[in-house]
């Protein structure tokens, strides 16, 4: 997202703060006395078409502060949306590796829908064409044992896959296992830092 938008969506007020984020304005640095949440996630938990103050994450936070004061409890919380549109589960990975962990959070909301392996569907695609590196070994596993080839990821000159169906076919089935080693590499990066996930 773009740092600092502020514009109507659908009707709705859609805001960004400096930290590009869906999200009310926030610190890098956790205060000592806040438990702080991180959000990851894609459009719906993003926001979409609904006022940057209907987001259920600002909700949460708003929920959480006022039953901790109503006990009595000195805790604040914090709950950051780093949830952006369309974000593939791998995006979503990369997001928590070079934005999240920077915020120091106690514990990652990781959102999933039913559009996952759709989604990272779209985003292999683009990585195919942008030919970027895959980066992590279980998704370069993954190609070689889908059998996809050199010549699947040949570009037109209008840069879009050649054969996009067939690169798609011969993915579909090792989606499931793409996510399950997403996930399990997000739980070991959480874990490497001390935060739940």
């Known amino acids: 997202l773009s740092p600092n938008v502020s514009r109507s969506l659908f009707g709705k007020p859609f805001t960004t703060n ?8 926030v610190a890098v640095e956790k205060p000592a006395d806040v438990v702080r949440i991180a959000l990851l996630g894609a459009s719906m938990d993003m926001g979409w078409g609904i006022g940057t103050s209907e987001t259920y994450v ?6 959480l502060n006022s039953h901790a004061a109503r006990q009595g ?3 604040r919380f914090e709950v950051l949306n780093f949830a952006v549109a369309a974000y ?3 995006q979503r990975l990369e997001a928590y590796r070079r934005k999240v962990k920077e915020f120091r959070p106690d514990l990652v909301l990781y959102s999933a829908t039913t559009l996952d392996t ?3 569907e ?4 683009d990585l195919f064409r942008a030919k970027a590196d895959m980066h992590y070994d279980f998704l370069r596993q993954a190609l070689v044992d889908a059998g996809v080839t050199p010549a699947d990821l040949e570009l ?12 798609k076919k011969k993915l579909r089935p090792f989606y499931w296992p793409i996510y399950d080693a997403t996930l399990g590499r997000l739980a070991a990066e ?4 001390g935060t739940a996930l």
């Open 88 to 90: 593939s589960p791998l």
């Open 156 to 167: 037109d000159v209008d840069e879009r896959l050649v054969h996009k169906d067939v690169v």
């Open 73 to 75: 409890s000195d805790r």
């Open 118 to 120: 759709r989604l990272m």
């Open 190 to 193: 959480c874990r490497s830092e």
């Open 18 to 25: 400096a930290l590009r984020m869906r999200d009310r304005q």
């Open 58 to 63: 600002n909700l949460l936070e708003e929920w």
């Open 122 to 125: 779209i985003h292999l695609c």
